[in-house]
């Protein structure tokens, strides 16, 4: 479903899975892309941190059983409860996340 992206048998560390992600990214596009036009998107701290420890925006969504608080507390650039209200979601990236095109 998806051409590129990061996956578990990438690597063990979540971090690297990010960077590989990124590469192959790049690779499909034809050039470098900056860290802060990167998102991770994720339902754990763990994910916030891996996306932070890139220099990668970050997207917290409270899908994965994770406490609200424990979830807003890893400081994601964005949260949201769930994906359910689509309309809402990409207003607030559009606003927030201005990607070069």
Same mark, same amino acid.
């Given at each position: ?9 990438? !690597?063990?560390? +979540?971090?690297?899975?990010? *960077?590989?992600?990124? +590469? ?6 034809? !050039? ?13 701290? !763990?994910?916030?941190?891996?996306? +932070? ?5 970050? /997207? ?27 309309? +809402?979601? /990409? ?6 996340? *201005?990607?070069?095109?």
């Amino acid at each position: 479903y998806f051409p590129d992206g990061g996956y578990g048998s990438d !690597h063990e560390e +979540r971090p690297a899975i990010a *960077a590989i992600a990124r +590469r192959k990214f790049e690779a499909r596009l034809g !050039h470098d892309l900056a860290p802060e036009n990167v998102m991770v998107i994720g339902d754990t701290v !763990h994910d916030v941190t891996c996306g +932070r420890e890139n220099g990668f925006r970050t /997207l917290a969504v409270g899908t994965g059983g994770v406490a609200e608080s424990t979830l807003r507390g890893a400081a994601a650039d964005f949260y949201f409860d769930d994906f359910s209200d689509v309309e +809402r979601v /990409l207003r607030q990236l559009e606003t927030g996340f *201005a990607l070069p095109l």
